[in-house]
């Protein structure tokens, strides 16, 4: 059964202060492993899809890196509003999607 | 970017009616479509594939009878909660995959059953 482990569960950074978000997995087959960020009450937005380890991905104040065990998601000087919940989900190869339970980030000012 | 909608994006209900709730892919055509329903404070959970033009796969546990859903055209596919009990309360959030870009969600459903 594929699963997806991420950590910290809450996080709270002072603004302008960098960290980075843990995504662990197990899958059998990884054909691709997405980061979505997901604010309360609305659907997750699509951030980056990674295909395979070493791969790095960029976005305004986000990169995001691939392992063969785990992704990582740094946030390089976030602002107040990188508040959100990040959801890492693995996509095996039978096209499930499996999420974690999510990074909740909370950027104060 | 890919868009996908969602109708309605709230609901309430009574206990025992049914309640459909569409999503639509808004510029690109999505031959499978993902149900996923998720409860306060917890993850996405895959509730069932939509299909186009066949009948959707669903998860284990996931009621066929009760959670119908239909993938009648190459932009839209629906979902109706018969039967509607407090239990099934909850967010329902539907998916897409554009290819070669990324899947895609839409911004949720809230479905209160009093």
């Known amino acids: 059964e594929d699963q997806v482990t991420q950590s910290p569960e809450a996080l709270r950074l002072q603004e302008g202060e960098s960290s980075s978000l843990n995504c662990s997995y197990t899958?059998?087959?990884?054909?691709?492993l997405f980061w979505y960020r997901q604010d309360p009450g609305k659907g997750p937005e699509f951030l980056f899809t990674l295909y395979s380890a070493g791969e790095e991905k960029e976005k305004e104040r986000l990169k995001a890196t691939l392992t063969k065990k785990e992704s990582f998601l740094h946030i390089t000087a976030p602002k107040p509003e990188d508040s959100a919940t990040y959801l890492c989900?693995?996509?095996?190869?039978?096209?499930?999607?499996?999420f974690g339970k999510g990074n909740q980030v909370v950027v104060i000012p | 970017g890919a868009v996908v909608s969602q109708h309605p994006s709230r609901v309430i209900c009574k206990s025992g009616t049914s309640v459909k709730i569409e999503c639509r892919s808004l510029d690109f055509q999505a031959t499978t479509m993902f149900w996923y329903r998720q409860f306060p404070k917890q993850s996405l959970m895959l509730m069932a594939t939509s299909n186009e033009g066949s009948k959707a796969t669903y998860e284990q546990g996931v009621e066929k009878d009760k959670f119908l859903i239909n993938h009648a055209s190459l932009t839209l596919s629906t979902l109706t909660v018969t039967s509607a009990h407090p239990e099934d309360s909850s967010f329902y959030i539907c998916?897409?995959?554009?290819?070669?870009?990324?899947?895609?969600f839409g911004p949720g459903t809230r479905l209160t059953v009093l």
């Open positions: 899958v059998s087959g990884l054909r691709g």
């Open positions: 998916s897409a995959r554009v290819l070669l870009a990324g899947i895609y």
């Open positions: 989900a693995v996509e095996d190869g039978n096209n499930r999607l499996a």
